[in-house]
């Protein structure tokens, strides 16, 4: 590991503005929506879903995206890649919906998503929140909502982790040279 770039407090603060922004941007909770993207996505999609309605009374229906057979780097992933569900358990027509993810990086996934999205129905709007932004985008994509703006080299790597996926909350900065020097 390079650098701790998150605690769990700092995390938390983090997730607290994100949803503050996405009240006052969309004027309160009516009609708005989380769609968290697997895997990390959806728990943070989750934690806000939930800091939505301590401060504002109001249940956001949640749902979860599996971008898998979206990507347009599919066949260089896996032969048989793993399919995981997607449920979206609302209609989209008239939702302001908020895609979540935990990185955003070259935009792919972003694309994916919005695809995926799409196909499921024409919300209102769709706006993007993410936990950390570390640039070097290949697309014209941009969040709506950033935890943390993080500038990195190509040769970085961002690692999430989520008490809900690994068991403890954090944002770590890894030098990918030094993983590939020590395998």
């Known amino acids: 590991m390079k650098a701790s770039i998150l605690s769990a407090d700092e995390m938390r603060r983090a997730l607290t503005r994100i949803a503050h922004e996405i009240l006052e941007?969309?004027?309160?909770?009516?009609?708005?929506?989380?769609?968290?993207?697997?895997?990390?996505?959806?728990?943070i999609a989750a934690r806000?879903?939930?800091?939505?309605?301590?401060?504002?009374?109001?249940?956001?229906?949640?749902?979860?995206?599996?971008?898998?057979?979206?990507?347009?780097?599919?066949?260089?992933?896996?032969?048989?890649?793993?399919?995981r569900e997607t449920e979206v358990p609302f209609d989209l027509a008239r939702r302001r919906v908020v895609l979540v993810d935990d990185?955003?990086?070259?935009?792919?996934?972003?694309r994916a998503a919005l695809d995926a999205l799409i196909d499921l129905g024409?919300?209102?709007?769709?706006?993007?929140?993410?936990?950390?932004?570390?640039?070097?985008?290949?697309?014209?994509?941009?969040?709506?909502?950033?935890?943390?703006?993080l500038p990195t080299a190509k040769s970085e790597m961002v690692k999430v982790k989520l008490t809900e996926t690994d068991g403890v909350d954090g944002v770590e900065l890894w030098d990918l040279d030094e993983l590939k020097a020590e395998q």
């Not at 990185?103 to 972003?110: E, F, H, I, K, W």
């Not at 706006?127 to 570390?134: G, I, N, T």
Request: avoid cysteine.
């Open 48 to 83: 806000l879903a939930a800091k939505l309605q301590e401060l504002e009374g109001v249940a956001v229906p949640l749902g979860r995206l599996d971008i898998t057979l979206y990507r347009d780097d599919l066949s260089e992933i896996a032969k048989q890649p793993i399919i």
């Open 25 to 43: 941007r969309n004027k309160g909770a009516e009609n708005l929506a989380l769609i968290g993207i697997h895997t990390r996505g959806i728990p």
């Open 103 to 110: 990185v955003l990086y070259t935009g792919r996934t972003v």
């Open 122 to 149: 024409r919300p209102e709007g769709i706006q993007l929140a993410v936990l950390v932004d570390r640039g070097h985008r290949e697309l014209p994509i941009r969040a709506d909502y950033v935890g943390k703006n």
